[in-house]
């Protein structure tokens, strides 16, 4: 079970970037999933999370530009990200609550990051 995420790149300010995040393997269900990001000398930070009926929760500072979904049926988590700026210039990561079929519980795993750079 992995998850892969993608679509990083270098934008302007005031541009846009759509992340995914693709869950492959043996997977039984997905839980909540979640993109974090970590800057340069900072620490990891939560930006928005999605449930799996798609109730959404985001951090302050992305509030209004940045757009979390989720297609089940492919098992792929986005981040819609508009109005870009150079404060969100960080590696971005996407963690889930995945069920598989060795263990009742749902485990928490995390993609690799994939860098976003803002800046002209």
């Known amino acids: 079970v992995q998850l892969q995420a993608s679509g990083g790149g270098l934008v302007q300010p005031g541009g846009s970037l759509t992340l995914s995040c693709a869950a492959s393997g043996s997977i039984i269900s997905i839980g909540i999933m979640r993109w974090y990001r970590q800057a340069p000398g900072r620490q990891r930070e939560l930006v928005a999370t999605?449930?799996?009926?798609?109730?959404?929760n985001y951090l302050d500072s992305v509030k209004g530009r940045f757009t979390i979904s989720r297609d089940n049926a492919k098992n792929t988590v986005y981040l819609q990200m508009n109005s870009l700026e150079p404060e969100d210039t960080a590696v971005y990561y996407c963690?889930?609550?995945?069920?598989?079929?060795?263990?009742?519980?749902?485990?928490?795993?995390w993609g690799q990051g994939t860098l976003v750079t803002v800046s002209s």
């Open positions: 999605v449930t799996g009926d798609g109730r959404t």
């Open positions: 963690n889930g609550d995945l069920k598989t079929p060795d263990t009742i519980y749902l485990t928490n795993y």
